[in-house]
C-alpha cells in the first residue's frame, strides 16, 4: 500500500514538473528571450508574409539599374548625368533587400540546404550569363577571344554589370551562420552595427580613390558592403514597428527632408560609381524616404511583376544594349536614351518571362525547376 502511494505521489510530481516545462518552453518561446536564443518571437513569424514595400523597392531598384544604364557617355545632358549620379544607390539597395529578405524569412535559424539552394538560383544563372557576354561579342566579331587568364578574371570577378551577384553570394554564405546562437546574439550588438558601418566606409575611403591600384577589386569583397547584411538584418527583426513608424501621418514629408540631402550628397560624386562612401550617406539619407513611399504604393501597381522578374532583367537587360546600339548610335541625347531604355527594359522583362516558363530553362534566370505538385512563388 505505501509503495503504491509513494509511486502514485512520484507519478503526480511528475506530471506537475512536465506540466511547468511546457509552460515554461511556451513563454520562451513566445518572449524569444535569450535562453532560447530567439531574435523574432514565434507569434510574430507565424503572421509575417509577402513584403509589400520590399517588392516594390525591389521593382523601382530594377527600373533604377535599366535606367542607370541607358544614360551612356557622350549621349547625355546635365538633367540625365544627375539621374545617373542617383542611380548608384541602386547597388546598397539591392544588398541591402538581399539581407533582409533572408533575415526576415529565416530570423532564427538557417534553414536546412539554405546555401545549395541559393547558390543554385543564383550562382548557375551568373555562370552562364556571365559566358553569354564573354561569347557573344566573340561569336559576332565585335571582340576577339579572351585569353585563359583574361576569360578566368571576367568569370570570377564580377565583370559586366553583374558584379553585384558575387557580393551578395558572399552574403548568403555568412547568413549560413544565423543557425548559430553566438552569430544572432553579436549581430544584434550596436557595436557590430556600428563597426560594420565604420569598416565598409573606410574600406572604400581607401580603395576607391588613391589606394585603387593596390586592391582594385575591393568592391567583389564582403567587407566592403558588410553593413547591409547587417541593416538588412536589424529592419527583418523588429521590421512590424519600424513599418507602423513610417505609416504615421506626415511621416513621408518629414523624411522628404534627409531624402533631400541625399540627392544632393549625390551630385558631389567624383564618379559614377557605387562603390564611393558618399554614396553610402546618400543612401541611408534616401532609404528612409523610399520605405515610407513604399508603404503608401498600393497593391496591384507595375512595380510588382518587374520585381517578380527582376533578377532575370537584372542578367539579360544589358544583352540588347551591347548587340544593338551602334543601330542608332548617331542620335541625340534623349531619343538615343529612350531607345535604350525600351529596348534593355523590354526584352529584357519579355525574354525574362519567356525563359521563366520554358521548364528546361527557367533556371537561367534564377527560378527553380517545377515539379509535380510544387509552384514557384
Known amino acids: 500500500m505505501r509503495y503504491g502511494v509513494k509511486n502514485q505521489q512520484t507519478l503526480e510530481k511528475g506530471v506537475r514538473w512536465r506540466k511547468n516545462l511546457n509552460q515554461n518552453l511556451k513563454k520562451r518561446k513566445d518572449k524569444g528571450d535569450e535562453t532560447d536564443h530567439l531574435v523574432v518571437p514565434q507569434g510574430i513569424l507565424a503572421s509575417r508574409g509577402w513584403v ?55 530570423p532564427n535559424v538557417t534553414p536546412y540546404g539554405y546555401l545549395k539552394k541559393h547558390t543554385l538560383l543564383v550562382g548557375l544563372p551568373y555562370l552562364f550569363w556571365v559566358n553569354v557576354y564573354i561569347w557573344i561579342p566573340v561569336l559576332t566579331g565585335k571582340a576577339q577571344t579572351p585569353t585563359f587568364l583574361n576569360y578566368l578574371d571576367k568569370l570570377v570577378g564580377g565583370s559586366f554589370h553583374l558584379y553585384f551577384i558575387p557580393i551578395v553570394l558572399q552574403f548568403y554564405l555568412v547568413f549560413t551562420l544565423n543557425g548559430c546562437a553566438w552569430f544572432r546574439r553579436l549581430l544584434y550588438t550596436p557595436w557590430v552595427f556600428a563597426g560594420s558601418l565604420g ?49 504615421k501621418p506626415w511621416r513621408l514629408i518629414q523624411l522628404a527632408v534627409p531624402f533631400l540631402m541625399g540627392l544632393s550628397v549625390t551630385r558631389t560624386l567624383s564618379q559614377v560609381a557605387s562603390f564611393q562612401p558618399l554614396v ?69 522583362y519579355g525574354l525574362t518571362w519567356i525563359l521563366s516558363r520554358l521548364s528546361c530553362l527557367r533556371w537561367t534566370v534564377g527560378m527553380r525547376i517545377k515539379l509535380k505538385k510544387d509552384r514557384y512563388s
Open 52 to 106: 509589400k514595400e520590399m517588392e516594390l523597392l525591389r521593382g523601382i531598384s530594377c527600373i533604377g539599374v535599366v535606367v542607370g544604364h541607358s544614360i551612356v557617355y557622350p549621349h547625355t545632358t546635365p538633367l540625365m548625368d544627375a539621374v545617373n549620379q542617383l542611380i548608384t544607390i541602386v547597388v546598397p539597395l539591392f544588398l541591402f533587400l538581399s539581407s533582409f529578405l533572408a533575415f526576415y524569412a529565416s
Open 199 to 247: 569598416l565598409m566606409l573606410g574600406i572604400q575611403t581607401l580603395f576607391s580613390a588613391q589606394f585603387r591600384s593596390l586592391f582594385p577589386y575591393f568592391y567583389l569583397t564582403f567587407p566592403a558592403w558588410c553593413f547591409y547584411f547587417v541593416l538588412g538584418a536589424w529592419v527583418a527583426r523588429w521590421w512590424e514597428p519600424i513599418r507602423e513608424w513610417l505609416m
Open 280 to 348: 553610402q550617406v546618400a543612401f541611408l539619407l534616401i532609404l528612409p524616404f523610399l520605405l515610407a513611399l513604399a508603404t503608401c504604393i498600393p497593391k496591384g501597381t507595375f512595380l510588382e511583376p518587374v520585381a517578380r522578374y527582376s533578377f532575370g532583367i537584372y542578367l539579360i537587360h544589358r544583352l540588347p544594349f551591347n548587340q544593338f546600339q551602334d543601330l542608332y548610335s548617331t542620335l541625340s541625347p534623349y531619343p538615343f536614351f529612350l531607345i535604350s531604355m525600351i529596348l534593355q527594359g523590354g526584352i529584357g
